[in-house]
């Protein structure tokens, strides 16, 4: 089973308010991901992260959303202005390594809700 | 950009019946894509069921199979014989070892399986 730790559970907001998360990757893994999964069972890769260092991030990522992965301290994404379109569930995942075919572990997942 | 797609909504099967779950794949970054399929069973996280990063390979686990079939770009799921403990969402993803976005997951949007007794 998976050790990845995501907090809140549970996120209410009201459109326009800050929301934040955090995820507690699997210890000894330097690689974490971010995925939003909508209410159409939709994936959408939003960022990753190796070793604290960005690798990929979309483009909504880059105007609305921040994430970081500081070493030593879990790593978090803030929504900065939340949008009704934003609520889904936001699924961070950690691997061992960056290859494309390692496997990735996922946490249960934090359900934001906008209001 | 790349897709999965795989059979959609929920798939009712009775126990000790077979399955197949359809999943095929549109890839347009270079190289072959490796293959994964995920499960979340109910009140738990997305776990990996299997993988497979050769096409012509096979890939199995928990009596669950999928075959990596490049020229069919598909990736079906089977099992020969069901039990009620398989229900779950079953999802079809692929990644790359390089180029853009290279290792990040595409999944489908999940296939809901329902065995019943």
């Known amino acids: 089973n998976s050790k990845v730790i995501q907090t809140p559970r549970y996120l209410v907001k009201g459109q326009g308010q800050k929301a934040k998360m955090r995820c507690i990757p699997e210890?000894?893994?330097?690689?974490v991901f971010w995925y939003q999964q909508n209410k159409n069972n939709e994936f959408k890769f939003l960022i990753n992260?190796?070793?604290?260092?960005?690798?990929?991030q979309i483009d909504m990522t880059e105007k609305r959303f921040s994430a970081e992965c500081p070493s030593n301290s879990p790593c978090s994404l803030e929504i900065q202005s939340s949008e009704a379109g934003d609520s889904a569930l936001y699924l961070c995942?950690?691997?061992?390594?960056?290859?494309?075919?390692?496997?990735?572990?996922f946490g249960p997942g934090t359900r934001l809700t906008v209001l | 950009g790349d897709s999965v797609t795989q059979t959609e909504g929920q798939v009712t099967v009775s126990e000790s019946k077979s399955l197949i779950i359809n999943c095929t794949y549109s890839?347009?970054?270079?190289?072959?894509?490796?293959l994964f399929w995920y499960v979340r069973y109910p009140g738990e996280g997305l776990q990996l069921l299997l993988k497979?990063?050769?096409?012509?390979q096979k890939g199995s686990s928990r009596g669950f199979e999928a075959t990596y079939n490049k020229e069919a770009t598909s990736f079906h799921l089977q099992k020969a014989s069901v039990q009620e403990s398989d229900s779950a969402v079953y999802y079809c993803?692929?990644?790359?070892?390089?180029?853009?976005?290279?290792?990040?997951?595409?999944f489908g949007k999940g296939t809901v399986l329902l065995v019943s007794p």
């Open positions: 497979v990063i050769t096409a012509g």
């Open positions: 210890k000894g893994h330097p690689v």
């Open positions: 992260f190796q070793n604290q260092e960005v690798l990929q």
């Open positions: 890839a347009t970054s270079i190289g072959y894509p490796n």
């Open positions: 995942a950690s691997s061992p390594q960056g290859a494309g075919y390692a496997e990735q572990f």
């Open positions: 993803a692929l990644s790359y070892e390089e180029g853009s976005g290279y290792n990040k997951l595409t």
